[in-house]
């Protein structure tokens, strides 16, 4: 923060600043894993895609930021790491309400690996629980910008509790599935898999989905999904940066498919895991000698 | 914050708040004018109505809440204080993403007061244009939850000056007019005063414009308000507890009526300071000796 590298507990910013204030902000997240970032170029792109719609701008270009994120992680220790970096409108010297008198701020942080399904839910797979609450809809909200607008999930998210769920799916707008808290869905039938096409993030972690699916020739398609898709499916999974591919195996308390992890998921699962070793898609932190 | 009152400059909140990260927060904001709070329970029940409906806590009831507002502003010495008061979900010792499992915390702050609306824009009327970014809409985010989701606003707001416009009105999502940045439209057409009535947030400020109309006999509905109804109206205004009652007289380059403030803005922005004298909507502030 502030051209300085500090510890988490030391990581604060003011109250005034429009990132909290008017959740103006844009973020990305990239993991590191085994010591090496997963394919931090594009998440330095969609970053500063973000920054662009939202006429921010920030000193540092692509190489920058990526050197500044290496120095995070080198620093932290970690060698496996969820990153997120973020840059917010900032606060106005004058406490003018026109965002283009604000100085924007740019942040990056370095915590332990976290992931949206914990080691006995990847053994088991999710239950989620489709909810009522429309994910905020892309005339309002455009969600290729990456967003903290999370209102709606969370909401979801005590709905879902409420039903014995751990997890949520949002619907969208039209009434088909949409995604849920910080991740994208996926369902498998016949051997295709499908995931939500509008109104989602355009998540890196679905791309690659995408890419091992062409790989192992495997048909893959964004396309709308209906709520009855996912019941009726022979196989879902989700897809995060923190976390990968993970099984989801009930849908409002009943089974999909047969309940278990299924093949696909599996199958992508593990080589979501193996494209870690590609030297294309991976950037090697140097940490200091112990 | 956390108990203790500081300055400004070091009000600032971990980066990993999650009403920050995930704008998963609820907040009001109440002015101080000449130093007495105005409407203040008011104020602090919408808060704890949304506190109430985001599934958050804080260990203090209406009275400490006030007390805290009252040391705030007695401390800063502001007689006339823009005051916000906020609970976030907080942060969780073990990074869990389940929001069950963080600490809400509580803050508040009082900076001078401020206004949409600058001098020279009491004198003529602000110049707005109507955007085509789609308020988020209720099914989404639950707008009588005063809430920080304000990407759609800030978009808007580009577009307007894009456009050489001041503000923005956003619609909702069947295409009427619903709020700007941090403020409700109201329209005037002969003698008749209307406010959206849907998917915008029920401001105090509003209620206020209400309570005025009736009592000066001036008719005040909520209804839908159409692009038309407000291109054709004889007068327009906004309020907000930053501002009051404040004139609107262009739209989209245009001007509203003959283009000056119309008679009953300027009849319902005198009565709105004037109730500032009001002792049963006063709350005054117990300044320290000098």
């Not at 949409?178 to 991740?183: D, K, L, R, S």
Request: with cysteine.
């Amino acid at each position: 923060m502030d051209g300085q590298y500090l510890p988490m507990s030391e990581a604060r910013i003011s109250v005034l600043d429009y990132g909290f204030l008017h959740s103006d902000a844009t973020y990305d997240v990239v993991h590191v894993w085994k010591g090496a970032f997963f394919r931090l170029d594009a998440h330095i792109d969609r970053f500063l895609n973000g920054l662009d719609k939202l006429h921010m701008s920030i000193p540092y270009d692509t190489d920058q930021i990526a050197a500044i994120l290496h120095n995070c992680v080198a620093l932290s220790g970690l060698q496996n790491a969820y990153v997120e970096f973020i840059c917010t409108r900032g606060t106005s010297p004058t406490f003018s309400r026109d965002p283009r008198d604000a100085v924007n701020r740019f942040i990056a942080f370095a915590i332990p690996f976290g992931s949206v399904a914990n080691p006995d839910q990847m053994q088991r797979g999710l239950h989620a629980a489709i909810s009522d609450v429309v994910r905020i809809p892309p005339p309002s909200v455009d969600p290729t910008i990456k967003n903290y607008h999370w209102l709606d999930l969370i909401t979801g998210l005590y709905d879902a509790y409420n039903k014995g769920a751990e997890t949520v799916i949002l619907k969208d707008a039209n009434g088909t599935l949409a995604e849920g808290p910080g991740f994208n869905l996926f369902t498998v039938k016949n051997g295709h898999v499908t995931t939500p096409e509008h109104g989602v993030l355009l998540g890196i972690t679905r791309q690659t989905v995408f890419d091992l699916c062409a790989l192992h020739q495997i048909p893959c398609t964004a396309a709308a999904v209906s709520e009855e898709a996912l019941r009726t499916a022979d196989e879902a999974f989700i897809s995060s940066t923190a976390g990968g591919v993970m099984p989801l195996t009930r849908i409002n308390g009943d089974p999909i498919g047969t309940g278990n992890i299924g093949p696909i998921t599996q199958l992508l699962t593990e080589a979501y895991w193996n494209s870690h070793a590609d030297a294309s898609l991976r950037s090697v932190v140097s940490y200091p000698d112990p």
